[in-house]
């Protein structure tokens, strides 16, 4: 959640963000900090020693929170143009070296006004943020339940991992937009089958 809290922040006061997955090496994080020429970390404190670098102003969400309260509760006096940025996420670097890609806030308008006549989206649906922030599919997942109205369920990592929990979070929610690699789809279908003997997935 402090996540979603913290993109949104730094979107609203004319930020791009980079997200950084603290399950990736260490090595590939100092990559990214360096390679994007981050200014400002959102962390929480648990986290800051990992991204303590010269130059890079630190904002601690739980021992900063008391200094934070203090600040405006208003909207910043800024709105996004379709050409600014609003993201860049790196891609794995299996071939080489991670390589960011900036991303547009007419790129990600753009790829829900595109799909929008097929799906329908709107705000009675229920949405999973199933992948990692740090990679690129959760932008279809995260901006398609906010855009939309629609809500949004964060899925811990453990949850994300075990085909049979993630099956009951499914119907506990109500989800009604699901995204999964085949493989994983796959492990879901056999979680659901166990379950009632049969797929109705």
């Known amino acids: 959640l402090e996540m979603v809290v913290g993109i949104l922040g730094t979107l609203k006061a004319g930020g791009a963000y980079v997200p950084l997955d603290t399950a990736h090496p260490q090595d590939r994080l100092d990559f990214v900090l360096e390679d994007a020429r981050l200014r400002v970390l959102v962390t929480q404190e648990s986290l800051a020693e990992r991204f303590e670098q010269p130059g890079l102003d630190l904002v601690r969400l739980d021992t900063d929170a008391a200094d934070l309260a203090r600040e405006r509760a208003d909207d910043p006096p800024w709105a996004p143009m379709a050409d600014d940025p609003a993201y860049v996420i790196y891609t794995s670097g299996s071939t080489g070296k991670p390589k960011g890609v900036l991303v547009t806030h007419a790129n990600v308008t753009r790829l829900f006004d595109a799909t929008q006549s097929w799906y329908r989206f709107d705000e009675t649906d229920v949405w999973t943020l199933f992948h990692s922030y740090a990679f690129d599919f959760s932008v ?62």
Do not use: C, H, K, M
Request: proline share 5%; aromatic share 12%; net charge negative.
């Open 140 to 201: 279809w997942e995260l901006w398609g339940a906010l855009i939309n109205g629609g809500r949004l369920v964060v899925v811990p990592y453990w949850v994300s991992r075990e085909p049979d929990a993630f099956y009951e979070l499914l119907l506990r929610e109500r989800v009604t937009v699901l995204n999964q690699t085949p493989s994983a789809f796959r492990q879901l279908i056999e979680a659901e089958e166990a379950v009632q003997g049969g797929s109705d997935l």
